[in-house]
């Protein structure tokens, strides 16, 4: 199983901008479809964008379509999720997760990081 950490998160004003970074170990995240979810106080978890396996295909919730884009990097086995004009609703603790194989929209992930808090005050 591969293992997540999330690093990046943190205070910023309504319109800025974070890079969240998602570095895995344990295996190589070559053939594996990463995503990124959040959590905000009171909600349910949600699906924020993935990319597969090789990069070439991405998605996005409506909410963060062209203002968050995911990246990955296999050389480093990390992946990214920069984030900008960021809104105070865009608040919550953002998990990386990952799983083998090609990515299918609304597919479960089987691996999970800690979670990395967000928090943008306006």
């Known amino acids: 199983q591969v293992q997540l950490v999330e690093s990046g998160g943190g205070l910023v004003q309504a319109g800025g901008s974070l890079r969240l970074s998602c570095a895995a170990s344990g295996r190589t995240i070559t053939s594996y479809s990463m995503g990124w979810f959040r959590q905000a106080p009171g909600k349910e978890r949600e699906f924020v964008s993935a990319i597969g396996w090789n990069g070439g295909n991405t998605y996005y919730a409506d909410s963060v379509k062209g203002r968050f884009t995911i990246s990955r990097d296999n050389a480093k086995n990390t992946v990214y999720l920069q984030m900008y004009t960021l809104k105070p609703e865009d608040t919550a603790v953002y998990y990386c997760?990952?799983?083998?194989?090609?990515?299918?929209?609304?597919?479960?992930?089987?691996?999970w990081g800690q979670g990395t808090q967000v928090t943008v005050s306006s």
């Open positions: 997760a990952a799983e083998w194989g090609d990515y299918v929209p609304g597919m479960p992930f089987g691996s």
